[in-house]
């Protein structure tokens, strides 16, 4: 089945840096790549996602890049706020979705 | 739209015990699923249904059954709690079905479970 590996598992960044997640799936046949972000107590929340028919896509300070060959695919932070210190997780869906471990970000001001 | 509801919020059981938790979503979604969340393990899939009367199991489906009678509902069984399930489940649907698109996952609230 699939296995979804996630780096780094924690990631401290000053406000205003950017922060970069790196994920490596196993299924090829995966086709759909979402990234969640989950606050403290609170449930995951879908941030962006990308298909494997893309190779970027954007959504203002956030940005996810999918390479098919190497099976990886990257969350880019820019512009970092207090507010986005959070748990991240990666995942892929082939039959079924697979998450990371997660990556603990923490913004100082 | 409530969305998917999960209950209870919280449940402790001893060892041996046996319990259902209960998932409806009122989307019309036919993919649904079951997560357990441990610290530093992420979130683990524990069974899922892409429809009505279809279910699979994920990483970590020993010590749990489930059921899709209908498209709204997917209960969770633990047959006989043990220590090792004290976890928070998540619940989660998608409009992903046997011949659609994937698409993103909705996530309840979560059930926050202790096993003594």
Known sequence: ?109 | NAGVTQTPKFQVLKTGQSMTLQCAQDMNHEYMSWYRQDPGMGLRLIHYSVGAGITDQGEVPNGYNVSRSTTEDFPLRLLSAAPSQTSVYFCASSYTGISSYNSPLHFGNGTRLTVT
Do not use: M
């Open chain 1, 1 to 109: 089945g699939e296995n979804v590996e996630q780096h780094p598992s924690t990631l401290s960044v000053q406000e205003g840096d950017s922060a970069v997640i790196k994920c490596t799936y196993s299924d090829s046949a995966s086709n759909y790549f979402p990234w969640y972000k989950q606050e403290l107590g609170k449930r995951p929340q879908l941030i962006i996602d990308i298909r494997s028919n893309v190779g970027e896509k954007k959504d203002q300070r956030i940005a996810v890049t999918l390479n098919k060959t190497a099976k990886h695919f990257s969350l880019h932070i820019t512009e970092t706020q207090p507010e986005d210190s959070a748990v991240y997780f990666c995942a892929a869906w082939g039959t079924a979705l697979i998450f990371g471990k997660g990556t603990t970000l923490s913004v100082s001001s």
